[in-house]
């Protein structure tokens, strides 16, 4: 079983206010990454991380802004939030060996309701 | 741009029958998963497929990897209530996004006494 933590599990919030969705894993993966995922819809990445002091932006464009100074953890904020970013965020990682990275494990999710 | 197609994306079907899900991709890769999503939970991997040729089966699920066609599928044999969810195929990108995953739309599976 995955050792990837994700809090809060669920979130209503009013419009304009910042939040930050927490990640954490265990694993020592070294590669991280956050997807947004509407309700019976696919997935779409928003940001990655390499490893410390990494960030990069995913295929989805996003308003969202991450950090990953630990390994361990890998935190996603919105400064603003609106109504658009009600959605399902997962966080996800996975290790590196030999040039490919290995599977992707998830963590349960956030859910987010912006009102 | 690698795109990956999944069909079909809903699948009512009855406890005991089979069934086999696509997953076609549109550029070459070398590796492909299948996840399974149940409904307000998160992704739970299934198989990684690893070359041409690849064939995995856990239980009543069998999936296999055919790289020269860019086919995928996931095979169910003698369905039963418990297999019913969202079911993701995901193809690693080595182009654009660096290595990351592009996933499918997903099948949703629901099986039926």
């Known amino acids: 079983e995955a050792d990837i933590y994700q809090t809060p599990r669920y979130l209503v919030i009013g419009t304009g206010k910042k939040i930050t969705l927490e990640c954490s894993q265990t694993?020592?993966?070294?590669?991280m990454y956050w997807y947004q995922q509407d309700p019976g819809m696919e997935l779409h990445l928003i940001h990655y991380?390499?490893?410390?002091?990494?960030?990069e932006k995913g295929d989805l464009s996003s308003e969202s802004t991450v950090s990953r100074i630990r390994t361990e953890h890998f935190p996603l904020t919105l400064e603003s939030a609106r109504p658009s970013h009600t959605s399902q965020y997962l966080c996800?990682?996975?290790?590196?060996?030999?040039?490919?990275?290995?599977?992707?494990?998830f963590g349960p999710g956030t859910r987010l309701l912006v009102l | 741009e690698l795109k990956v197609e999944q069909n079909p994306l809903f699948l009512s079907m009855q406890e005991g029958k089979n069934y086999t899900i696509y997953c076609n991709y549109s550029?070459?890769?070398?590796?492909l998963y299948w996840y399974r999503q149940d409904p307000g939970k998160s992704l739970e991997s299934l198989f990684v497929?690893?070359?041409?040729?690849a064939v995995k089966q856990e239980g009543r699920l069998m999936a296999s990897l055919d790289t020269k066609a860019r086919l995928s599928t996931l095979h169910i044999t003698a369905a039963v209530h418990d297999l019913s969810a969202t079911y993701f195929c995901?193809?690693?990108?080595?182009?654009?996004?660096?290595?990351?995953?592009?996933f499918g739309k997903g099948t949703k599976l629901s099986v039926k006494p």
């Open positions: 996800a990682s996975s290790r590196r060996r030999e040039g490919y990275q290995e599977t992707q494990y």
């Open positions: 694993m020592g993966h070294d590669k």
């Open positions: 991380s390499y490893g410390v002091n990494s960030t």
């Open positions: 550029t070459t890769s070398d590796r």
């Open positions: 497929l690893l070359s041409n040729g």
């Open positions: 995901a193809v690693i990108n080595y182009g654009g996004s660096q290595g990351n995953l592009i």
